[in-house]
């Protein structure tokens, strides 16, 4: 699409909302002008017009959280923008993984419970922020910071206890490494920053 069909305002600005290409979070809405939108096009890397700073900025630029551009979408009056990113770090200057943390109606914001396999949908989110965030402590940070091998590790023993407790025929051991085996997959696919929706949109297609 030629740049010139875009609506931009009457400040020269256009709203991008910036959503993780893998997990879907929403990570931050920032504003594009023109040069920025056209640097981001060019770089393949998030840029942005500072309203308050009256200045373009490159995302990452002295954090080195800079944030991979896979897709840029506009909305159907083209006067809004969102970017699918793969995330190099933190999207919020606080540290946190999206700027989206906070409720006006929960106390703490409650996941969406809706639909058979909202806890994938759930689980997909809090790895993505584990490995952004990287919580001392936390078993997911473990993962991430020891890296692929270590990460191929677990998902190989895992898959050697879920067959070892098929053959014990335990139904309660099954649903627990079962568990288990899923949990360690999905640190996988968000180390190899594949969605669950790659994954399911798979499966659609070889079943058809």
């Known amino acids: ?13 256009i709203p991008a909302i910036v959503q993780d290409a893998a997990s879907k979070d929403v990570l931050t809405l920032a504003y594009m002008d023109r040069t920025s939108l056209e640097k981001t096009l060019a770089t393949g890397e998030t840029w942005f017009y500072s309203r308050s700073r009256q ?3 490159h995302k990452g630029e002295t954090s080195g959280h800079t944030q991979t551009v896979k897709d840029l979408r506009f909305d159907c009056d083209q006067d809004a923008l969102v970017v699918l990113v793969e995330p190099k770090g933190p999207a919020c200057h606080t540290g946190a993984y999206s700027c989206f943390n906070d409720s006006l109606i929960q106390e703490e914001p409650v996941p969406n419970e809706s639909g058979r396999y909202s806890i994938l949908n759930q689980l997909e989110s809090v790895i993505a922020s584990r490995e952004t965030e990287r919580p001392e402590g936390a078993y997911t940070t473990y993962l991430f910071t020891e890296g692929i091998d270590k990460i191929l590790k677990k998902v190989g023993e895992e898959a050697s206890e879920v067959i ?22 999905l640190v996988l696919l968000r180390e190899q920053n594949i969605s669950i929706d790659q994954v399911l949109a798979t499966l659609k297609v070889r079943h058809q």
């Open 1 to 13: 699409m030629n740049l010139e069909h875009l609506q931009f305002d009457e400040n020269g600005l």
């Open 55 to 57: 200045a373009l900025w």
């Open 164 to 185: 070892i407790a098929a053959k014990n025929r335990s139904v309660e051991e099954m649903e627990w490494e079962v568990s288990d085996l899923i949990f360690h997959v």
